[in-house]
T-cell receptor, first 114, second 108 residues
Framework: DGGITQSPKYLFRKEGQNVTLSCEQN?????MYWYRQDPGQGLRLIYY???????QKGDIAEGYSVSREKKESFPLTVTSAQKNPTAFYLC?????????????FGPGTRLTVT | GQQVMQIPQYQHVQEGEDFTTYCNSS?????IQWYKQRPGGHPVFLIQ?????EVKKQKRLTFQFGEAKKNSSLHITATQTTDVGTYFC????????FGTGTRLQVFP
């Protein structure tokens, strides 16, 4: 089956630790995205990548880092510099990054930092 | 920056009643997309509208894109409990801007 996988589904970390969230897609999509969703809120863009080895900051990139070494993979690292990291993180992909195409979302990772 | 607002924020309806959510952009959009997120789930694409004044239907769901391409609406006829979730509109600028969402609760 084609789709996007995110792991793990739930993640617990202590404050001050960096944590990396996995996102893999087998849809052969060029563009990938990371969003953050807080309870009862909409989606806020953290980082996006329109092509391998290239990525841009979204609206709330501070405290996060990404890499795009392979077309299929777009991992997100939540660093200790992120002041309020507890949230639901969603990865998405689209055929290309022109926003004329729908975005496919993964199941998400719920991160809790205490 | 561009903003995409949705109203209402919440809507509780009795099963069988109709439901409408409205999406308003501060700028003209080239297209508008609609997504549904079930409780505890992830957003799922419903539809994209491109043309001014466009109306599309999916069974009990009717989507409309305004003449000025700055607003859109989603209307659900005779809601069912399976319609529960949050409905987001999204419009593109240099990135896809998601609306604030409307959370729909349907009581049986």
């Amino acid at each position: 089956d084609g789709g996007i996988t995110q792991s793990p589904k739930y993640l617990f970390r202590k404050e001050g630790q960096n944590v990396t969230l996995s996102c893999e897609q087998n849809l052969n999509h060029d563009a990938m995205y990371w969003y953050r969703q807080d309870p009862g809120q909409g989606l806020r863009l953290i980082y996006y990548s329109q092509i391998v080895n290239d990525f841009q900051k979204g609206d709330i990139a501070e405290g996060y880092s990404v890499s795009r070494e392979k077309k299929e993979s777009f991992p997100l690292t939540v660093t200790s510099a992120q002041k309020n990291p507890t949230a639901f993180y969603l990865c998405a992909s689209s055929i290309e990054g022109t926003y004329s195409y729908e975005q496919y979302f993964g199941p998400g990772t719920r991160l809790t930092v205490t | 920056g561009q903003q995409v607002m949705q109203i209402p924020q919440y809507q509780h309806v009795q099963e069988g009643e109709d439901f409408t959510t409205y999406c308003n952009s501060s700028t003209t959009l080239s297209n508008i997309q609609w997504y549904k997120q079930r409780p505890g789930g992830h957003p799922v694409f419903l539809i994209q509208l491109v043309k001014s004044g466009e109306v599309k239907k999916q069974k009990r769901l009717t989507f409309q894109f305004g003449e000025a391409k700055k607003n859109s609406s989603l209307h659900i006829t005779a809601t069912q409990t399976t319609d529960v979730g949050t409905y987001f509109c999204a419009g593109p600028t240099d990135k896809l801007i998601f609306g604030t969402g409307t959370r729909l609760q349907v009581f049986p």
